[in-house]
């Protein structure tokens, strides 16, 4: 009912993305060794340790996700202290491209339009986006480079399985392979890029920790450096709002969307490399599934089951006020009512004031002392649904139900208001 995890599925997420996190130290540390020594032992333990125990855990996750812990990246090691760079304060003010306000959007054209204008001839002008189906899922990469009067459009499908940094990270690197190409760089001061994703321009100017897609990560870094040092370019990175009328940002979405469309035709990639990311999300899809299995096989709280059988839907639903939720919640897990209580407590007396026993399905649908309140539910139902039907399923079930039309907050609602109509809980 809380959503929570069962504290042993818990646990072996947890285990599996830290034997992961140790899989991608350096063999120069012994927890790495001793990791490669169980792999690679031919007797299994008679009890087995609680190292192999992480091992088993995430072979069932790859045999489950196709996601292994031996394609994760390498953890770079450590190299010195890096304070983390603050932002400045309009990545902050312009909201992101789900909850912008017109008026944020109008400020974050202009900004960009002033930035625009200040360029000199000499300053190669990209801007760069990324694309993901889902995420992790297919993913692609898009640019444009505005340089002498001329636009370049770059595009490129990225993976298959990929997340939207690294499709973002891609774009920029796209921009920087481009620049490397150009034969006269002496006509070249500055390439100037534009951006919409805070992340990646956090991690490649902001000294951001890198936590997923080290290797594109560093491979820019060290592209960056490489063309600062030999042609004396300078390379400055802006953030432009994603979604905000900028023609530059408009493009190079629309190239990343057909370029994301495209990875799906990839038929095989020749090595995907596993972020901690993408271990998070394989793990939490293998406790899930198995989550998912002992509820639908458990023999207790088949009541509720009826009302909530897929395990990683939550009920956030608004209810109308805390009382009304708790009631609601205790009604759906049938623990509630006289009937109930008279299991527990044999001085109850398990029947409701009409005479029949008080169980859920009798207060909400039959019994003669709420029919008033329960006329004006079906009322209330018809004229959001144009059904008279009302059943335990329709009033209780947090899953959305496709052949009704309304959504599961009305009829918590609704339920809400038979609820005080009743008068039973006051």
């Known amino acids: 009912m809380a959503g929570v995890l069962p504290l042993d599925l818990r646990r072996e997420e947890m285990a599996i993305r830290d034997i992961a996190r140790l899989n ?12 490669d020594e169980w792999k690679n032992k031919e007797t299994v333990d008679k009890f087995i340790s609680p190292l192999g125990l992480m091992l088993q855990q995430a072979k069932n996750m790859k045999e489950e996700t196709d996601i292994s812990i031996d394609d994760i990246e390498p953890e ?83 993976s298959k399985r990929g997340s939207i940094l690294l499709a973002e990270l891609v774009a920029i690197k796209l921009v920087l392979d481009y620049v490397s190409r150009i034969e006269n760089k002496t006509l070249i001061e500055e390439v100037k890029i ?14 951001w920790k890198i936590e997923n897609n080290r290797s594109t990560s560093h491979e820019i870094i060290s592209l960056i450096k490489c ?34 469309k495209e990875a799906n035709q990839i038929q095989k990639e020749a090595h995907i490399t596993v972020t901690k990311q993408d271990i998070k999300t394989a793990a939490r899809i293998l406790v899930n599934k198995k989550w998912q299995h002992r509820w639908d096989n458990s023999d207790t709280g088949r009541f509720y089951y009826n009302f909530h059988q897929t395990v990683s839907n939550k009920s956030t639903f608004n209810y109308p006020d805390h009382k009304t939720a ?13 009937n109930y209580q008279n299991k527990i407590n044999q001085n109850i007396d398990p029947k409701c004031e009409c005479g029949q026993l008080e169980t859920v399905e009798h207060y909400l649908l ?49 339920l809400g208001d038979f609820i005080c109509e009743s008068r039973r809980f006051d």
């Open 227 to 260: 063309i600062q040092k030999h042609h004396g370019i300078r390379i400055n990175f802006d953030w432009t709002p994603g979604h905000a009328d900028v023609r530059g940002n408009e493009i190079a979405d629309k190239l990343a969307k057909e370029a994301a």
């Open 326 to 338: 708790k009631i609601i919640r205790n009604l759906r897990s049938g623990y509630y009512l006289k």
């Open 24 to 35: 991608s130290y350096s063999t120069k540390i012994p927890i790495r060794n001793k990791i």
């Open 194 to 207: 534009f951006s919409d994703s805070q992340t990646a321009i956090g991690i490649l100017t902001l000294n």
């Open 76 to 158: 770079y090691q450590f190299q010195g202290l890096q304070a983390s760079k603050s932002p400045p304060e309009y990545w902050r003010t312009l909201g992101s491209s789900k909850n912008r306000t017109k008026e944020q959007e109008i400020t974050g054209k202009n900004l960009i339009l002033n930035k625009l204008n200040t360029v000199s001839p000499s300053t190669v002008v990209a801007f760069t986006d990324g694309s993901c189906q889902s995420n992790p899922g297919p993913c692609g990469a898009g640019a444009i480079v505005i340089f002498n009067n001329k636009e370049i459009e770059l595009k490129q499908p990225v």
């Open 366 to 414: 039959f019994c003669e002392n709420y029919e008033e309140a329960r006329q004006k539910l079906i009322h209330e139902i018809y004229f959001n649904t144009g059904s008279l039907h009302i059943d335990l399923e329709l009033l209780l079930s947090i899953e959305k139900n496709d052949n009704v039309s309304v959504s599961n907050e009305t009829l918590m609602r609704l």
